[in-house]
Each structure stands twice: as C-alpha cells, then as structure tokens.
C-alpha cells in the first residue's frame, strides 16, 4: 500500500510531512480530519481532556500560509497533542488535578513554545494520572482512560493519555513526561514507541514539577523516526532551567541509518527473572535475536542493584513531590476550599479536598522520609543507594553501547486490578526506573503481542547518547511491523 492509499490518520508525521510537501492535502484538512477524529472516538476512550479546535485550525492555516510562502519550519502543519502537563498559554492545564481543574497558565512551556516554533499544530491536551503519580492512568481526577487495544485495560501511566491517543490514531504524535517510566512504560503497553531523553537534554520550564531531580519531557509516536523528527525540535539548552544541559542537539534523523554492525547489546540478567511474564519474556527475546541478526552482538550483564530501583525511587521521588506540591495551597492560584474558617483551616481542606488518594499517599511519604530523625534512614540513604545504581549502569556501559530487556512485566493489566495494592502497582515500573535514578535516555518500541496485547522492548544508551538509542529502534523497526499494528477498533 502507497502512502496515499492510508486514510489520513493512519499515515506517521514523516509521511504526514511528505504529503503536506507535495500538497497532497492541506495542514486545514489534516487538522480537520484529527479533530473530527478525536469528536468521534474519544468518548470510549477518555484520552483527551481538551481540544483546542480553533486554535489548532488557526495554526494550521498559519502553516499553510508558511508553505506557500517557503517560510515553513521543520514541522509546519504536523498535528501533535500536549501532555496535560505542560503549560499552554490560554488554555486550561489541570495535570489531571481537581487541585489545577480552573488554572489558565499565562504563558507557554519550553516544549510547547519550541514545537509551536517549529510549526507543529497543538490539537489538544491529554488525559493523565494526577500530577504524574500512578502507573495506569486511574488517578485523573477527570477518570480513567482506556486501551484502545482492550477498553477494559489500562493504557499506562501517567502518559496513559497520550500514548492511548496515539494508538488510538488521534495525532501521530504526543508529549509526554516520564518519572519512573511514564512515557516507556505506556507505550508498551499501547504499542507504540516512547523515549525519555537524558536528564537535562530537554527544558521542564512550564512543566509542572512532580519529582525535580527524575522528571523529564519526552515523546510518544508511532515509530522512532517521528519521535527523533519531535525530539530535535524539542531539545536543546534552556537559560530558564537550571538544570537544563547546554550541549548542542545532533540531527537525530540523520543518525537513525546508523547501522548495527558492532553494536554491542547488554542483556540484563535480572531483567528476566520469575517476575516476567513468559509471553512478554518470548516477544523480547524474539526481538533481541532480531537485532542479532541485523548485525549486533549480545552481551549479557549485571545491575546487581537493580532490585534496589524501586524502593529508592518510592522514597526519592515522594519526598521531591512532598516539597514541590507543598505551592498548592489555595492562596495564589488553583483549587480553593470555601468559606474556611482560618488560615489553617483552608490549607487543611485546600489540599484534602483538592488531591487525590494517591498524590496525598506520595506526600505524606515524602513528608516522613524527610522529616527529623528519619531522613538519614530513609532518604539519604535512598540517595547513596541511587548513586550504586548509577555506578552499575556506568560500568555496564564501558563494555555495551545500549542495555536491552523487557518494557514492563506484563502485557496491560485490567482497570481496577491494582488500585487496592499499590505496591503491586509500583511494580509495574521495575524494569523503567533505573534509567531515571541515573538520568540515562531510554525507549520503549513495539515488538509483538503477548495474550493479544502490545509487548515492549526496552532500550536504554550512556547519558546523551539519543541518536544511538534511535538508530538501534530504527534498525529493529526496518525489520517489523509491530508499530505499525492497529486495534481493530481504530482502523
């Protein structure tokens, strides 16, 4: 089938961008065609909060315009969708909060501000768990969102939203921010593909801050070609963050014909523990031979503080939520109780009527963790086993060019199976964590159907080594056709 024969939605931003190119259709139409889509579909799936149609039809002439005039930027008339995490000047940004369910940022993130830059049309925001907090998108105050593959599973989380709408066929493209595994481990579960660039690579101005030190704004897309296509737009130093890299940002298309003989691939041991679901644990396996057989060689390796990731995580990451949600208060902007009594008063009910369960829960571990006569135990403690794992993951590193194994653990589990055990839920990110504790980019890309549902194979390089991690995605996705499956239902 030639690019021209697929229905306009199914079509990636890079053959989106040739047709727009060669005039095929206009970026109005294209857009016409994703929100009308977006009208239609999403009611099944509640994947998206806010739909900014006339904005987006707006920018899409602007593009038009730029095409005509030969002034169009890299993405000129691409459709996209925000994470609603980012901050987008005029319209609502909740983070899926009843706490920011009224809040109108003033101005743009970095990340929306560049790919606006670039051209890109914002379509609309996603749905996600609330303040980023949950691994199966059950958390938003605004409900759960499906799979489009089973509307009876989750599509992951937090950024279960955005990889559900690009599944779903709803924009070829959607933000997203990982923590834990936020972006990775959803994209598994929905098939699609999601990255999480190095800490740093790309600005969090604008995005609201769940845990300062893991946080990072990344991509979820139908294959790695457009997600290297949005990263480079989206990349690159930010004087309003301090913790942004001032390195400068490769041509990450270029670098995905990067072939891989001599790649050298670390095969973690304890990634395939008793843990791993056996058709999940066959799906990757399948993939790493595959990746064999287009030139790479298998290494296997040890992260023996691997086991270690979760707990250090669940007590580094409340304690940072802990502080940075301590601004929701009911003064300045946001959620406000009514009629309170004193000062006091409208803190205490601000806050308990405007978080939900799972963010109190993270805070007040965090509070504890941090709090005198427990922050040598538990949170310094977290930090100097933090540094063990980054030490292993820089070991690992002098001897393989990218560590491979399994997304998650399970293929997407059912809505409601884990909401009464958050432990069990925790666990849904074992394989996804490290790399953010150690600030390294990883990936999530397609690699078949285990009980009919997306598989994912997990994909982690050296800090800044993006283009590499790409180029090993890319090459795999020469050789299949996962990313490019459907559910039925979304044809």
């Not at 946080?215 to 737009?233: F, Y």
């Not at 998650?408 to 490290?434: H, Q, R, S």
Request: contains cysteine; glycine residues 10%.
């Amino acid at each position: 089938m030639s690019i021209s024969d697929k229905p306009i939605y199914d079509q990636t931003m890079a053959e989106l961008s040739k047709g727009l190119a060669a005039g095929d259709f206009s970026s109005v139409e294209l857009t016409m065609a994703l929100l009308d889509r977006i009208e239609e579909k999403d009611g099944a799936l509640n994947a998206v909060l806010t739909v900014t149609r006339d904005e987006a039809l707006a920018a899409a002439a602007a593009a038009d315009a730029a095409r005509a005039s030969g002034d169009a930027g890299p993405l000129a008339g691409l459709p996209i969708l925000h994470k609603d995490i980012f901050c987008t000047r005029g319209v609502r940004t909740s983070c899926g909060s009843k706490m920011l369910d009224n809040f109108i940022p003033p101005y743009d993130a970095t990340v929306v501000e560049r790919l606006a830059a670039a051209g890109a049309v914002m379509l609309g925001k996603t749905n996600m768990d609330e303040f980023a907090m949950g691994s199966s998108n059950e958390t938003s105050f605004y409900g759960d969102v499906m799979n489009p593959w089973d509307l009876e599973r989750s599509p992951g989380g937090s950024s279960g939203g955005s990889s559900a709408s690009v599944a779903a066929r709803f924009a070829p493209v959607a933000t997203g921010t990982d923590t834990g595994g936020s972006i990775r481990q959803p994209a598994a579960l929905t098939g699609t593909v999601g990255i999480k660039p190095t800490y740093g690579r790309v600005s969090r101005y604008g995005m609201i801050a769940f845990a300062s030190s893991l946080d990072q704004a990344g991509v979820i897309a139908r294959s790695v070609e457009d997600a290297a296509l949005v990263l480079g737009a989206m990349a690159g130093f930010d004087e309003r963050d301090s913790t942004s890299i001032d390195q400068p940002v490769p041509d990450y298309v270029a670098e995905l014909d990067t072939p891989l003989d001599g790649v050298r691939v670390g095969i973690v041991r304890q990634h395939f523990d008793a843990g791993l679901d056996a058709g999940t644990g066959d799906q990757v396996r399948a993939a790493l031979k595959t990746l064999e057989d287009r030139g790479a060689t298998l290494v296997d390796v040890d992260l023996p503080n691997l086991d270690q990731s979760v707990p250090t995580y669940y007590v580094v990451a409340p304690a940072e939520c802990s502080s940075n949600l301590s601004r929701f208060d009911g003064i300045r902007f946001g959620y406000r109780a009514e009629n309170p009594e004193d000062l006091l008063d409208l803190y205490c009910r601000t806050r308990g009527e405007g978080f939900g369960a799972e963010v109190k829960r993270r805070i007040l571990t965090g509070t504890y963790v941090l709090s005198a006569g427990y922050y040598d135990a538990y949170y310094l403690k977290a930090q100097q086993v933090r540094q063990l794992i980054a030490d292993d993951f820089r070991k690992v590193f002098a001897d393989v060019d990218v560590i491979a194994g399994p997304t998650a653990p399970t293929p997407a589990f059912k809505l409601g199976e884990k909401t009464d055990d958050p432990v069990t839920m925790y666990l849904n990110d074992i394989y996804t964590i490290g790399a953010n504790l150690a600030g390294l980019p990883a990936m999530s890309v397609p690699c078949g159907f285990a009980e009919d549902l997306p598989v994912g194979l997990h994909l982690v390089a050296p800090h800044f080594a993006e283009g590499a991690l790409m180029a090993v995605g890319h090459q795999y996705q020469l050789e299949t056709d996962w990313h490019t499956r459907c559910s039925e239902d979304y044809r």
